[in-house]
């Protein structure tokens, strides 16, 4: 099982930038891949981005694709989602996944273990 703290989030202008962080902890939590996924109100769970064990393999959605970088840094058991150029429809808790996968997963139900999110708001 592996434990994730996610910090990083806050309230930015459009066009700013952020670096959200996922401190992974429990037995053998270097050896997870891990994703991130947000939720706006009233709308349903969206993939972000995803990353595999090794940090070698990474997904995005098309909507933030080049906005967006996912890495990790597997010393410290944490991975990272750096936001740039921030638009107001990123607005969203923001949540990062783990589970044993090969590979990075885009499909939130395929993660077990949850962070308990952070609220990215940016205003127009």
């Known amino acids: 099982q592996v434990q994730l703290v996610e910090s990083g989030g806050g309230l930015v202008q459009a066009g700013g930038s952020l670096r959200l962080s996922c401190a992974a902890s429990g037995r053998t939590s270097s050896n997870y891949a891990m994703g991130w996924f947000r939720q706006a109100p009233g709308k349903v769970r969206e993939f972000v981005a995803a990353?595999?064990?090794?940090?070698?393999?990474?997904l995005y959605a098309d909507s933030v694709k080049v906005r967006f970088t996912i890495y990790r840094d597997n010393a410290k058991n944490t991975v990272y989602l750096q936001m740039n150029g921030l638009k107001p429809e990123d607005t969203a808790v923001y949540y990062c996944?783990?589970?044993?996968?090969?590979?990075?997963?885009?499909?939130?139900?395929?993660?077990?273990?949850w962070g308990q999110g952070t609220q990215v708001t940016v205003s127009s």
């Open positions: 990353i595999s064990r090794s940090g070698g393999n990474t």
């Open positions: 996944a783990a589970d044993r996968f090969i590979g990075a997963i885009r499909d939130y139900a395929q993660y077990g273990y």
